[in-house]
């Protein structure tokens, strides 16, 4: 089996793998009326989503990269994310449940058929390494985290349930140090050579940084608990400006999905409740309480590039890891990724796949806020359309890193960057902190 050989059977395993995901977070789980329901105004109905991964499919691998005719043309503005924001999408003439269903798998069909055909040649961008299959593989991943996003929103019986699998024994291993030093100097961000990495991850430049501490873990639900106890909501020293008139405005003053019982404090998960577990980390938590909570801790939340190098970054080779335990992909004992346990594991867990710094969890688990706004990195060329990245740089979204135990491994690796509102916690998003060595 020579090179193209082997990445089309990635392909194709990917895809099938992505799919079966798809149909476990919809179609085997819930009724009609539960996918046509918008569960929340900050989401789409599931069966939106559906449907919209399988036009982004047929446009890009059935039109674009295998040169077909379009099998549905007619829907392409129905599920065009930029021209109907997501609370107005339960109001299009989306197709039906059984009609998505048929789309999707028809459109699965002509890719598969069409796969054996298609040249990867380096002289087409979108076809050399397989990026375009790549994108479409990631893109499905990416909604998949979305819909569990909506799960989570639901509100009715649960219907997920953990993957079946024992997890792993570094589970609970003696914990570390609270924080490591990082030293100064350069180190290399993004990537210029990972097939499958999304234009705003390229290209590789040197960054120079003063030394810093960070965090070994990320901020645990006790953590978090010791900062709301002492009137961390009460209390606008902590806050941005912004963020102050956020909290007055909202009136929120726990993470997202918890309540309080009696002394204690509960949450609702997919469906169950649950005492809030204090050694996790904490997640749906928005940007604007991350950045109090370092205020209020004596730090501050670190920026991107200082997440990146302690992630990635091997003083002992001088060189940029993919992973923080090296180049080798994910597995169960390094990261929490892929909708294993519905949730992170233990803050400190997985001693495995710490970075060459200590740092443990930089993959998977939760997304980490940094206090980076989403900007492109200089040298900066869309490829290969400006909506997936360009037109959301600015001061408007802040970047988060590492992703989450909802993230799948093809999504997950080190240059990897997610963006969005100061404002948003549906998300599985949680936080480092960092301070300047002084």
């Not at 570390?176 to 030093?181: D, T």
């Not at 608990?225 to 963020?243: I, K, N, V």
Request: charged content about 25%; glycine content about 8%; proline content about 9%.
């Amino acid at each position: 089996m020579n090179a193209e050989e082997r990445v089309k059977e990635r392909i194709a395993a990917e895809l099938a793998g992505v799919r079966e995901r798809s149909l476990g977070l919809t179609l085997r789980v819930l009724d009609g009326p539960e996918l046509v329901a918008q569960h929340s105004p900050l989401m789409s109905p599931l069966v939106w989503d559906l449907a919209h991964v399988g036009n982004y499919e047929e446009q890009w691998l059935v039109r674009a990269a295998a040169g077909q005719d379009a099998l549905r043309p007619e829907i392409d503005d129905l599920y065009d994310a930029f021209e109907h924001p997501r609370a107005s999408r339960v109001t299009l003439p989306l197709l039906s449940p059984s009609e998505s269903a048929a789309y999707i798998a028809d459109v699965r069909a002509r890719v598969l058929d069409s796969l054996a055909r298609v040249r990867l040649t380096p002289d087409r961008p979108l076809l050399a390494g397989g990026f375009v299959y790549g994108m479409v593989i990631q893109h499905e991943h990416q909604h998949d985290e979305t819909m569990l996003a909506t799960h989570q929103l639901r509100r009715g019986e649960p219907v997920l349930e953990p993957l079946a699998g024992p997890e792993p024994a570094a589970e609970g291993a003696a914990p570390g140090p609270a924080e490591v030093l990082v030293a100064g100097g350069p180190f290399v961000m993004g990537t210029s050579e990972d097939p499958w990495a999304y234009d705003n991850e390229r290209p590789a430049h040197v960054v120079d940084l003063p030394p810093y501490w960070i965090d070994a873990a990320p901020v645990s639900n006790r953590d978090y608990l010791a900062f709301m106890e002492s009137g961390g909501y009460d209390h606008p020293r902590w806050w941005t400006a912004e963020g102050w008139a956020w909290r007055r405005r909202t009136g929120k003053r726990a993470p997202a999905f918890w309540f309080r019982e009696g002394r204690g404090w509960l949450r609702r998960r997919f469906g169950r409740v649950e005492p809030v577990p204090p050694g996790e980390p904490v997640q749906h938590v928005c940007w604007y309480e991350a950045d109090a909570y370092a205020r209020w801790a004596g730090k501050r939340l670190p920026t991107e590039a200082e997440w990146e190098k302690a992630a990635r970054f091997d003083p002992a080779s001088r060189r940029s890891l993919r992973y923080p335990w090296g180049d080798a992909d994910p597995t169960p004992d390094l990261a929490n990724l892929g909708q294993r346990r519905l949730g992170p594991a233990p803050s400190g867990s997985r001693p495995r796949g710490a970075s060459p710094y200590g740092c443990r969890q930089m993959i998977g688990d939760v997304w980490e806020w940094t206090s980076t706004d989403f900007r492109a990195y200089p040298g900066f060329r869309v490829f290969p359309y400006k909506e997936y990245s360009e037109v959301f740089f600015g001061t408007e979204y802040k970047v988060l890193r590492g992703g989450s135990w909802a993230t799948h491994p093809t999504v997950a690796r080190g240059t990897f960057r997610n963006w969005d509102l100061p404002i948003r916690r549906q998300i599985f998003c949680g936080f480092r902190c960092a301070r300047d060595a002084v």
